[in-house]
């Protein structure tokens, strides 16, 4: 498992392996909303936790098809599928290298392109633990959309339309965390609602990953 | 040690291509398959590894013992040689690739990216993974293709040491690997009746995203 986990970060950070292509995606969006949006602090300050949300979750779907296409079009998939390791530990250890290499940096470099969305002081603590919580789900419902449309040529339309309204609860949840801690007020509710979704996901989809990448090996 | 199949039927794509397969591997044997292009010889072997189900029969393995070698090697190319074996002797849990680099003559490549190897070089360490996987029955799917002739007879001997370990390999190839001792199972025998639909196994997912 650990091995697995290791190649996929090695494969990620060297040529051409995609890391930092979610990052660099999230610093355009926040870069280029304020000077499309105008310099208006409180218009910015108003929209930041949604952008910053809707950016975080854009960067994140960009590398999904990567989680699977790739080993499976060299065959490491077919190879790994046959090895003593269980698919589900399988897609559980890919999703994780996908969140070490997307949702964590996305989680880290947030507080700082809060500042150019002029993002209300008392929301960064939020910012930064919403999407610590939220982004793991993110990577993990991406691998079931992934490990669906594995088999299929150019399937990142199809991820897309697969995992964008299984997204939606997580942004919800997500931005209204921000929103509310921006404020001031408890976040509470929201926060936990995510949590929830974000443990659940982690505990099932990796089974539901593992049935729909043995029916596209077939 | 002992690979037996009994009534096997495989299906590809939704149509059943083979039927009645039958025959016992033992420890220290190999079995060629033979059969023109489209026969099922890929699709029997993905079936053996367990990639697919049967649509009919039984297959009688030892758990975990397979090793399955496809078309595909598998070689990530921006790896090195010595990393894309130490990967697979991570997975199958065995300690050292020294052996394997040996076997099919890769040590002065050790250190190369996968990348900057030939279509041989890079099959040859495809095959090298067989040696880490430390398992006893091999399923090999035209293992040869883009070997040189030399390389051929390298692998003939790797095999050859593989079976008188107590392994047993089943080889799918129209090359002859020069393995006099080996069996050789004509596919063409167990065709399946024209227009025999596969049974309930059929993917209505397969359908929906062919």
């Known amino acids: 498992m650990l091995r697995l986990l290791t190649r996929d970060l090695r494969l990620a950070m060297r040529a051409g392996g995609g890391f930092g292509l979610g990052l660099a995606f999230f610093l355009l969006v926040a870069v280029l909303v304020p000077l499309g949006v105008g310099p208006e602090g409180v218009v910015l300050a108003k929209i930041a936790p949604g952008i910053l949300w809707v950016g975080a979750l854009l960067a994140c779907l960009l590398s999904l098809d990567r989680i699977f296409a790739l080993d499976f079009e060299d065959g490491s998939l077919d190879l790994l599928a046959t090895s003593p390791m269980p698919l589900e530990g399988v897609v559980a250890v890919k999703s994780l290298a996908h969140w070490l290499v ?5 989680t880290l470099v947030a507080p700082v392109l809060g500042v150019l969305l002029n993002l209300p002081v008392a929301g ?6 919403s999407l610590a919580l939220g982004t793991p789900a993110l990577s993990v419902i991406g691998a079931f959309g992934a490990a669906l449309v594995v088999g299929v040529k150019r399937g990142g339309l199809l991820l897309s339309l697969l995992v964008l309204p299984l ?13 509310r801690g921006a404020a001031g007020l408890a976040v509470g509710t929201p926060l936990l609602l995510m949590a929830g979704i974000t443990l659940g996901a982690a505990a099932l989809l990796p089974f539901a990953s593992a049935a729909a990448l043995r029916v596209n090996l077939r | 040690m002992e690979l037996s199949v009994s009534g096997l039927a495989v299906a590809r794509g939704g149509v059943r291509v083979l039927e009645g397969i039958a025959f016992t591997l033992r420890g220290g044997e190999a079995l060629i398959l033979r059969g023109p292009n489209g026969a099922g010889k890929t699709t029997l072997l993905r079936t053996l590894a367990g990639l697919q189900p049967a649509e009919a029969g039984v297959i009688a393995a030892p758990p975990e013992a397979i090793a399955y070698a496809a078309h595909a090697d598998g070689i990530k190319a921006v790896l090195s040689v010595a990393e894309n074996l130490e990967f697979w002797a991570g997975v199958y849990g065995t300690a050292g690739i020294d052996a394997a680099l040996e076997g099919m003559d890769l040590v002065a490549l050790r250190d190369r990216r996968a990348a900057h190897l030939s279509a041989g070089q890079k099959r040859r360490l495809g095959l090298a993974r067989l040696l880490v996987t430390g398992r006893p029955v091999w399923l090999l799917d035209e293992p040869t293709v883009s070997l040189d002739v030399a390389s051929v007879a390298l692998f003939a001997g790797v095999v050859r040491r593989h079976l008188s370990g107590g392994g047993l390999a089943l080889i799918a ?8 001792e080996a069996g050789v199972l004509d596919l063409g025998g167990f065709k399946a009746r024209a227009g025999a639909k596969a049974g309930a196994m059929s993917g209505a997912f397969d359908e929906a995203f062919g």
């Open chain 1, 124 to 129: 960064y603590g939020w910012l930064v633990v």
């Open chain 1, 167 to 179: 997204y939606v609860p997580t942004l919800i949840f997500g931005a209204e965390v921000v929103k």
């Open chain 1, 102 to 106: 997307t949702g964590l940096p996305l």
């Open chain 2, 173 to 180: 190839t129209h090359v002859d690997l020069g393995l006099g």
